[in-house]
């Protein structure tokens, strides 16, 4: 069955450090992945979608890596703020139907 | 700019109790979903619709039903509620296209009793 894991312990970086997020997903072959951030009693907030055929896609302190050969994708934030602080999604998405299927989320703490 | 609203925001039922989760979007969007998310499990599609008039079944449909009879509404229906159905739930919308994002509400917490 399709599987996507995030790592499901929270990470805790230090402010103005590099956070790399990991999303692993076996027996799928997605189109597109999104990342997506969601803040406490909120719901969540599209951030970034990359291509399968697309190996990096970068927004202003935001990259996003996609490796259909090792099914993974890498979510980067570069000089990390405490304001970063929040659970991230990643979600695959098929070309025809463009249902998704979501991760689990990583939470993210960034420390002053 | 409202987007996607739901309401009620909390509620609590008890068990064997009915109620209905409206969704309202005003991007006039095709495509409506309604998910539950269960801490450690992610997000989980319940339904969806990619119309008015049309319905469509997800992931965890068991128990819920839901209807489209205009655009912009979409409502998830509780039959008979049940303890397994606590959670939270959200509602999305979007274009349709898979290279477009889905566009969520704020939630609605819902615990059975």
């Known amino acids: 069955s399709q599987k996507i894991e995030q790592n499901s312990e929270a990470l805790n970086i230090q402010e103005g450090k590099t956070a790399t997020l990991t999303c692993n997903y076996t027996?799928?072959?997605?189109?597109?992945l999104q990342w997506y951030r969601q803040d406490p009693g909120r719901g969540p907030v599209f951030l970034l979608l990359?291509?399968?055929?697309?190996k990096e896609k970068r927004k202003e302190r935001l990259k996003v890596t996609f490796d259909t050969t090792l099914k993974q994708s890498l979510f980067h934030i570069t000089a990390s703020q405490p304001a970063d602080s929040a659970t991230y999604l990643c979600?695959?998405?098929?070309?025809?139907?463009?249902?998704?299927?979501f991760g689990q989320g990583t939470t993210l703490q960034v420390k002053p | 700019n409202a987007g996607v609203t739901q309401t009620p925001k909390f509620r609590v039922l008890k068990t064997g109790q009915s109620m209905t989760l409206l969704c309202a979007q005003d991007?006039?969007?095709?495509?409506m979903y309604w998910y539950r998310q269960d801490p450690g499990m992610g997000l989980r599609l319940i339904h969806y619709?990619?119309?008015?008039?049309?319905?469509a079944k997800g992931e965890v449909p068991d128990g819920y039903n839901v209807s489209r009879l205009k655009k912009q509404n979409f409502l998830l229906g509780l039959e008979s509620a049940a303890p397994s159905q606590t959670s939270v739930y959200f509602c999305?919308?979007?274009?349709?296209?898979?290279?477009?994002?889905?566009?969520f509400g704020d939630g609605t917490r819902l615990s059975i009793l």
């Open positions: 979600a695959l998405s098929h070309l025809k139907t463009g249902k998704l299927i």
């Open positions: 027996n799928y072959s997605p189109a597109y």
């Open positions: 990359i291509r399968e055929n697309e």
């Open positions: 991007m006039n969007h095709e495509y």
């Open positions: 619709s990619v119309g008015e008039g049309t319905t």
């Open positions: 999305a919308s979007n274009s349709g296209r898979s290279n477009q994002p889905q566009h």
